[in-house]
């Protein structure tokens, strides 16, 4: 019988560049307290989040994508015809036909090269970014680019105080590319579909619900045991991690995550993501927003190790240890 031939892959992958783009509109938690029953004070106690940027209506999800997804092909020295596959982690297209990926692809310049979406929610990013290194791996695409892009402003009710203070717009993504040494650790991943029902829309004419204080707890005891296990999926340990970007779910779960890894010996001068103190939760575009802010504050360096965690609706779990480009 013959076998199949199957393309040689590296040996590992890496991010060889990062881009980003966030709406110009910032409303501020006194914008909000001028129209619904909340304060600064209230808004930073329970969340963390200062301020956050908000998409024009006439501002697409597909826009902000293509922003970020260009730059992050600049930025890793390509050309869009050296982009061998297009991802974009989404759960806000207002229609799931056509997927936002192949739009995006065209509008960068990736011409007819496989695109789709993937929706994991606030996972989505490292859901989409394990796959994207497999590919790479598998010989399957040269490069891929990773995008994760959120208007979740279409889909809150701005008069609901548990969710309007919460989430924001903007786009994020990361292109993946071979390396001769593993540059992003296997993905550890996982769902709770029995707790669908803690984070949801309904129907089409609904807007996101969420269980606020479940998810709170769901987060501050699930969320660390899976970061370290895609610390030791990688073959490190915690003291080995020079960064962590977990979701930018909320302020207090960050640090409450941040807390247990240092409890399991991750060291104290490591760096932590607060994104969501400006930008808000943007789902699965604020992992790949943290880095690139951080990056241009010079908050890390190439080279670092970071540590990624995306959680949220499904209820879906990802996470894997990366090196910076």
């Known amino acids: ?3 199949f031939s199957l393309p040689a892959g590296p040996v590992g992958t890496r991010i060889v560049g990062l881009g980003s783009y966030q709406p110009d509109t910032v409303v501020s938690n006194h914008d909000l307290a001028q129209r619904m029953d909340t304060s600064d004070e209230w808004i930073r106690d329970r969340v ?3 301020n956050r940027r908000v998409a024009k209506p006439d501002e697409k999800l597909t826009d902000m994508a293509v922003e970020a997804g260009a730059k992050a092909v600049a930025d890793a020295g390509l050309a869009p015809s050296d982009i061998g596959a297009v991802v974009v982690a989404t759960c806000t ?3 799931q036909i056509p997927n936002a990926a192949a739009q995006v692809a065209d509008r960068i310049g990736v011409k007819a090269a496989p695109a789709f979406d993937l929706n994991a929610a606030c996972a989505g ?3 989409a970014l394990g796959t994207a290194s497999d590919l790479v ?3 399957t695409a040269a490069n891929v680019l990773v995008i994760g892009a959120e208007k979740l402003t279409d889909w809150v009710d701005p008069n609901d105080r548990s969710t309007a203070i919460i989430f924001a717009d903007g786009a994020g993504a990361a292109v993946v590319g071979p390396s001769d040494e593993p540059g992003i650790g296997p993905v550890s991943w996982g769902s709770a579909g029995d707790l669908v029902d803690m984070i949801q829309v309904a129907d089409r004419e609904s807007s996101i619900f969420q269980e606020g204080q479940s998810v709170f707890r769901w987060a501050t005891t699930q969320i660390a045991p899976i970061a370290l296990r895609a610390i030791e999926a990688a073959g490190l340990e915690p003291s080995d991690i020079d960064v962590f970007v977990p979701h930018q779910a909320n302020l207090r779960i960050v640090e409450a995550i941040a807390k247990r890894l240092r409890a399991k010996g991750a060291r104290e001068d490591l760096v932590v993501a607060r994104d969501i103190v400006d930008s808000g939760n943007t789902s699965s575009a604020s992992i790949p927003l943290a880095l690139d802010h951080m990056r241009a504050a010079g908050e890390v360096r190439s080279g670092d190790v970071a540590l990624l965690v ?3 609706a499904g209820l879906s779990y990802a996470g894997q240890v990366v090196r910076l480009p």
Do not use: K
Request: proline fraction near 6%; hydrophobic fraction near 40%.
């Open 1 to 3: 019988m013959r076998t």
């Open 93 to 95: 297209m207002p229609s």
């Open 125 to 127: 990013f490292c859901y």
């Open 137 to 139: 791996r598998a010989g």
């Open 48 to 50: 963390g989040i200062a």
């Open 310 to 312: 995306g959680f949220g």
